[in-house]
């Protein structure tokens, strides 16, 4: 739920927290949390070319492998999808909205003050789980509340950034008090464990049950802080300092208030004698059913008993199963159940209509498959970006038509018929002996790439860059330990009489790709917002191809993302390759033989190949637009924080409260 201010107004009290070497251990970690501050912290992340996935992908892997080697046995626990009421809908709509400016507002230069969490943070995440066996679970719904009883049952810590777990009566360690560049000889992570004792002493509050009620009465994601306005109005406050936020101050004042109070039912009734009579009974049953999750009260499972469709009509077994094994996107719940969702914005082009738009034909299959548990469906609604926005994008009428192919039948059909469905919506003009050249894992890879080319103008240079990609993250480097460093690979190439010479070699050659253009980090001249907006596209339709790939029971492989998709490595082959086409020796003898045979077998089987690609080439620049103002670099860039940081995949991440 989180409450507003309480995570800073407590990180200033040191006195509250205890110092933790954490070891041989379970833990209940925070999964949405995480993932979020991982990116925030991974360093050499360019968040201007839509992800650089892979080294996402290597930092969260050290993260994990750092707690394994200590013991730490963590059990993740994601959100899941948002519950059947709206009554957080115009929230989720707000913080989306400021999510979606600056995301489109991110650039070269831009960058470093604003961070987009691109489309498949989440999945990059859930590679390292799966890679590394890492217990991982999906609620329905939101998480805070399974995670706390979770924890209370199991009798081991949380961790998260979350502020409801300083009420909830758990073992708290602020992930950001975890050490993780300092790894003693004792294996153990030093961090901070919360003491809930030593706050309730300090604010002489006389039990926990008047910490629950404070936190309610301070509004959360279910009771908005301005529902309790005229409490503050009528209890005493500190005095206002320059130090303290009015956020503070009310937090402080309502505590010390609480503190002449013994009984957290009668300080209610006081409380509420404040409100008109009429407001009192709605207001209590509100609050009760708050303090009630806090202490534990109301059983909180990862299976809700509420996960159902829109007319609370079950789902078949294997979906609830998947789901909350976290197989299955989260947001495919609301489909089913709410009728409507929202699809993230990456970094577009503003003045381009949302890069969804072109997968909406494989959004309607997914839609008529989901919606076909109920028998009455009109529309199912699509929230995405409009220009800098985001409001309503689209309404797709459930139909069924289509092979009459519903949720409870879609996983009897045979596995040909189930790939049928795909390749009939992504390419359905692709030879069938053309496709059966491409080696099994890039079928359903190569049946994206020509619908993206079909939605559009792409040429080859495109698909020989985003091949390259693939082949640099899973050919060579492992065979050169993922090296990015010029000189050190241009020694290694030099010096080195292995087998793996040349695929030293073949780094030091690709090796500039891995890095942005410095010019472009105070310049945007040099940065082609087609190029990535044409990336985006690309990303959206692995987005909902893979995700209706899921739905049918995984019938195809694909790639990891974080083995296919490098954005900088992309975009600065796609310029390089503009300037100067690709051919076959580009790369030593040797490598270029294991590369070149899939960019051949995949483009022969690409009908929607076009001869000139839709990006803007360098040469065409203009010297007018050369070299944008300084305005207009940082127009659109937040000034209020140093950094601020967005998700634009998980709507819960718009609600997180510092």
């Known amino acids: 739920m989180g409450v507003r201010g309480l995570s800073t107004y407590l990180s200033h009290r040191e006195n509250f927290f205890e110092d933790l070497e954490l070891k041989d251990t379970r833990v209940i970690i925070d999964g949405n949390n995480l993932r979020f501050a991982l990116y925030k912290w991974c360093p050499g992340l360019n968040h201007c070319f839509g992800g650089d996935y892979d080294k996402y992908y290597r930092y969260v892997k050290q993260f994990f492998s750092l707690l394994l080697s200590c013991g730490v046995t963590p059990s993740i626990v994601f959100d899941g999808g948002y519950d059947k009421s709206d009554q957080k809908l115009a929230t989720i709509m707000h913080r989306l909205s400021d999510q979606t400016k600056n995301a489109v507002a991110c650039n070269s230069v831009s960058q470093s003050k604003l961070q987009v969490f691109p489309i498949f943070g989440k999945e990059v995440f859930m590679e390292v789980l799966r890679d590394l066996d890492i217990d991982v679970r999906q609620c329905s719904y939101e998480a805070d509340e399974v995670i706390a009883q979770l924890a209370m049952k199991e009798k081991c810590p949380v961790i998260s950034n979350d502020s409801d777990f300083y009420i909830f009566n758990v073992q708290f360690i602020s992930l950001d008090s975890l050490e993780l560049d300092r790894l003693d000889q004792e294996k153990s992570i030093s961090c901070k464990i919360f003491n809930r004792e030593k706050m309730l002493s300090y604010y002489g509050l006389y039990s926990q049950d008047l910490l629950h009620l404070f936190a309610s009465l301070m509004g959360n994601d279910y009771i908005p802080p301005q529902v309790f306005e005229k409490i503050f109005m009528n209890i005493k406050l500190p005095k206002k300092t320059k130090d303290a936020s009015e956020r503070h101050r009310k937090i402080k004042g309502l505590l010390l208030y609480l503190s002449k109070e013994k009984c957290a039912k009668q300080a209610l009734s ?285 019938v195809y492989n694909f790639p990891k993302i974080s083995d296919i998709f490098n954005g900088t490595f992309i975009f600065n ?17 040797g490598v270029a033989q294991a590369f070149n045979s899939l960019p051949k077998a995949i483009t022969n089987c690409l009908t929607n190949l076009s001869t000139h690609s839709s990006v803007l080439s360098p040469k065409k620049k203009t010297k007018k637009s050369a070299k944008p103002s300084e305005s207009e670099i940082y127009a659109a860039v937040p000034t209020e924080k140093d950094e601020q940081f967005h998700d634009v995949e998980n709507i819960f991440s718009s609600l997180s409260l510092e």
């Not at 503009?578 to 580009?586: A, G, S, V």
Request: hydrophobic letters at 40%; one cysteine or more.
């Open 270 to 554: 006081k409380l509420l004698g404040y409100f008109q009579e009429n407001e009192r009974l709605k207001l209590k049953e509100k609050v009760l059913h708050s303090v009630n999750i806090y202490n534990g009260t109301i059983e909180c499972d990862i299976v809700s008993p509420e996960f159902s469709s829109h007319e609370d009509n079950s789902l078949p077994p294997w979906f609830v199963s998947e789901y909350h094994s976290a197989n299955l996107p989260n947001w495919l719940l609301a489909v089913v159940a709410n009728r409507k969702y929202f699809l993230p914005t990456q970094v577009e082009q503003k003045d381009k209509t949302s890069v969804h738009l072109d997968c909406i034909e494989i959004h309607q299959v997914l839609v008529n498959i989901l919606t076909s548990v109920d028998t009455n469906c009109d529309s199912v609604k699509i929230y995405a970006r409009v220009k800098s926005s985001v409001s309503l994008f689209e309404s797709l009428e459930s139909s069924n038509s289509m092979c009459a192919l519903a949720l409870n039948n879609v996983r009897t059909k045979s596995i040909e018929e189930r790939r049928t469905i795909l390749k009939n919506i992504l390419a359905p003009t692709m030879s069938e002996e053309h496709l059966s050249n491409v080696p099994e894992g890039f079928k359903l890879f190569a049946m994206v790439l020509d619908y993206w080319c079909c939605k559009s103008k792409v040429s080859l240079v495109e698909i020989q860059s985003v091949l390259l990609c693939h082949f640099a993250l899973t050919q060579i480097d492992p065979k050169t330990g993922a090296m990015r460093n010029s000189k050190k690979l241009q020694k290694l190439a030099e010096e080195n009489v292995s087998v793996n010479k040349e695929y030293f070699q073949a780094a030091l050659k690709v090796s500039p790709f891995f890095h942005i253009d410095e010019i472009m980090k105070t310049s945007t001249r040099k940065f082609e917002i087609g190029v990535v907006h044409s990336l985006s596209k690309l990303q959206a339709i692995i987005f909902a191809s893979t995700a209706l790939n899921s739905l049918l029971g995984n």
């Open 573 to 589: 082959a796609i310029l390089q390759f503009l300037k100067k086409p690709y051919n076959e020796d580009f790369l030593p003898p």
